[in-house]
């Protein structure tokens, strides 16, 4: 009987290992369905963070974008859950508000000079209110600055000049790419030229209160540019940057020219590195060319009559500008110390008209031929003390060199054309300024101004800088 049973029990168990087999086969497969399950879950709400995050940083136009593509039935954006949906359409409204701000300035001015008299002696006029302020309080011009992301693809700026008379003008408003690829980015509309260094920055974000005297004699104070510019930045440890541009070129030394294409052009190039870990500095160089037409100026005969004096031609302005900033371990709240200088020449070539119907003389109006081969420069360094102290010194000079003025002998001579005589202006500059906190600046200038000829004027200016709203930060 045992071993019928025993047998009968073998029996039952060859039959029953195929099911065990066949069961324990069936719960791998189950395991490792669950594995790969678990693991793409994981993996998918990965996928789904990573999309949110990048959702929060793109903004408005990217949640727009999704929702195109899920109207347009792509399955990428059904992946995407209502909740991260919802969070990064709320990022995406602040990301797109335009960050506002607007700079205050004023001036108390005393001068030994009358402003409304200034000139540079040896330059002709380059427009714009190059001169200092004037006497007794004055507002400055109010800035009002716009800024925001476009879309993926652009950003736009708009930043508004309130003139104290009234009245606004638009100091700059341009498009702004940023995707383009391979380092380059495409800027248009109205813009600061990057020739040189500091022409690129406001005033207020300046170390002193006024422009030295090349950009005054050569650019007006400032170039602003109409048109398009392009920057290419090198894939290199070395900052590295080149760049042109192509403008309507009617502001000094161009003039409105009211014909189609291009008026005025530039090229740049920029490079700049580190010494070590507190030590830092740029250097560049730039080139300008325009063609004036009838670009005019008004002088004052030898009789007292007022001449006109009008300009066509073509000018060519070579910049060359360096910086080198040092702040201890590059720790530059505390103390720091900045020294920068730009050196430009100047050349026109062409015909000059002088006019004096309007005068007293006795010829109307005559031309000659006009070359000129001058320049200028400036140096200044800018010491921090303590973290809300600084103080600078700028010395900035012109050379006459060579002016062939065609007209003179033709009936005109020097005293009649006063503005254009043989001068080498300069400048000496004292500034110290106090800062409550990085938005807040109070500032005493003293500078002995040599511009025009025998005369020195002595001058003390009081400014105040005050920033309200969100304010982007100042180029290097």
Not at 198 to 222: C, I, M, S, T, V
Not at 226 to 248: C, N, R
Not at 330 to 349: A, I, V
Request: proline letters at 4%.
């Amino acid at each position: 009987m045992f071993k019928r049973n025993l047998i009968a029990v073998a029996v039952a168990l060859t039959c029953a290992a195929p099911a065990f087999a066949q069961d324990a086969e069936l719960a791998k497969i189950r395991g490792e369905i669950k594995q790969m399950r678990d693991s793409y879950e994981k993996r998918i709400q990965e996928l789904e963070k990573r999309l949110s995050d990048a959702e929060t940083k793109a903004g408005k136009a990217e949640t727009a974008a999704g929702k195109a593509e899920q109207s347009a039935g792509k399955a990428e954006s059904a992946a995407v859950s209502a909740a991260s949906a919802n969070n990064a359409g709320r990022s995406a409204e602040n990301t797109f508000n335009p960050a506002m701000s607007l700079i205050l300035q004023g001036t108390y001015a005393r001068t030994s000079r009358d402003p409304n008299q200034f000139r540079i002696t040896g330059f002709a006029p380059s427009g714009g209110e190059v001169g200092p302020p004037k006497r007794s309080f004055g507002l400055n011009e109010t800035e009002l600055n716009f800024s925001a992301n476009i879309d993926p693809y652009f950003r736009g700026v708009a930043i508004m000049a309130v003139a104290p008379e009234g009245g606004i003008e638009v100091e700059e408003g341009y498009f702004q790419t940023s995707a383009l690829p391979s380092g380059f980015t495409l800027k248009g509309g109205r813009f600061f030229s990057a020739l040189g260094y500091q022409n690129e920055q406001h005033q207020h974000a300046w170390d002193f209160r006024d422009a030295p005297l090349p950009y005054k004699a050569f650019l007006g104070n400032q170039l602003k540019q109409d048109g398009v510019q392009l920057k290419w930045l090198a894939p290199t440890d070395l900052f590295l940057e080149f760049g042109g541009e192509i403008a309507s070129g009617d502001k000094f030394p161009g003039s409105n020219q009211n014909k189609n294409g291009i008026g005025g052009s530039s090229l740049f190039g920029h490079l700049g590195g580190d010494i070590g870990e507190s030590t830092a500095w740029r250097a560049g160089v730039s080139h300008l060319w325009t063609s004036p037409k009838d670009r005019s100026y008004t002088d004052t005969d030898s009789l007292g009559g007022t001449v006109t004096n009008t300009f066509t031609g073509s000018t060519k302005l070579l910049a060359v500008d360096g910086v080198l900033k040092w702040a201890p371990s590059g720790n530059s709240t505390y103390r720091n110390f900045k020294l920068q200088g730009e050196y430009f020449r100047f050349k026109q070539d062409g015909t000059l008209t002088y006019n004096d119907s309007a005068g007293s003389a006795v010829f109307n109006s005559v031309s000659g031929a006009l070359q000129t081969d001058q320049s200028g420069y400036y140096v200044q360094g800018v010491w921090q003390l303590y973290p809300r102290w600084r103080v600078g010194y700028r010395y900035d000079a012109l050379r006459y060199g060579s002016v062939n003025n065609g007209v003179l002998g033709l009936g005109p001579t020097a005293v009649d054309m006063p503005v254009l005589a043989s001068h080498n202006p300069t400048r000496n500059t004292l500034m110290l300024d106090f800062s409550a906190t990085e938005f807040s600046r109070f500032r005493l200038q003293l500078a002995a101004d040599k511009s025009r000829l025998g005369v020195t004027d002595n001058q003390v200016l009081l400014q105040y800088i005050h920033s309200l709203g969100a304010h982007g930060a100042h180029k290097f």
